[in-house]
């Protein structure tokens, strides 16, 4: 006799950024974290994140664990979409289509790691090694609680460049994230570490 499952069940919790959402499942959704800004990258490798971007109002799309964080544009309000959205969401993962196609964290780990390789020499490899390391271990956590992340982008002449994922991407208090917490600690584990910037996808 095959198992019953559990019916999913959804609710939605605010993020700092007030153009964003969380909608948390009771279900693992994706382990990993992918980022759609776009309806391209969408469409090649999401078919949740590619159906949520038919919705007008969808202006980007953050899948990671059990949660979705939608980021909406600016001139509509959450009231009358949160419910299209939730129902949307949970209709679409009880009906178990595809969520992220096979070997998506693969393809962008390898779009990163040519990137680094074009653009470090050998001494600042290590450095950029550790960066990673401790965003990674410390300031990724503390983010994805509130449907964000944050992803190390390059490292020049002391200037390190991240970018903003999630209800992180536009938010008025990542600002605040980024100086009082990232760049005060990379600056205090890394000496060479000057300043962290931000930058959109």
């Known amino acids: 006799m095959e198992a019953v499952k559990s019916p999913v069940m959804l609710y939605t919790e605010q993020t700092p950024n007030p153009e964003s959402l969380k909608f948390v499942t009771n279900r693992m959704i994706y382990e990993g974290t992918a980022d759609f800004d776009d309806k391209a990258l969408a469409q090649e490798w999401s078919g949740l994140a590619a159906s949520l971007f038919e919705l007008p109002f969808?202006?980007?799309?953050?899948?990671?664990?059990?949660?979705?964080?939608?980021?909406?544009?600016?001139?509509?309000?959450?009231?009358?979409?949160?419910?299209?959205?939730?129902?949307?969401?949970?209709?679409?993962?009880?009906?178990?289509?595809?969520i992220i196609a096979e070997g998506f964290s693969e393809a962008m780990e390898a779009k990163l790691e040519e990137k680094r390789k074009q653009m470090y020499a050998n001494g600042e490899e290590e450095i950029v090694k550790k960066i990673i390391e401790l965003i990674d271990n410390y300031v990724k956590p503390a983010v994805?609680?509130?449907?964000?992340?944050?992803?190390?982008?390059?490292?020049?002449?002391?200037?390190?460049?991240?970018?903003?994922?999630?209800?992180?991407?536009?938010?008025?208090?990542?600002?605040?994230?980024?100086k009082a917490g990232i760049e005060a600690m990379l600056k205090r584990m890394i000496p060479v570490v000057t300043?962290?910037?931000s930058e959109a996808q």
């Open 58 to 98: 969808v202006k980007g799309v953050y899948i990671s664990n059990n949660f979705v964080t939608i980021t909406k544009t600016v001139d509509t309000e959450w009231r009358p979409i949160m419910i299209q959205l939730k129902e949307f969401i949970k209709d679409y993962l009880t009906a178990e289509k595809p």
């Open 144 to 178: 994805a609680r509130d449907g964000g992340n944050i992803e190390f982008k390059s490292f020049h002449d002391g200037v390190v460049t991240v970018i903003m994922q999630g209800s992180c991407s536009g938010c008025p208090s990542s600002t605040v994230t980024l």
């Open 195 to 197: 300043e962290v910037v």
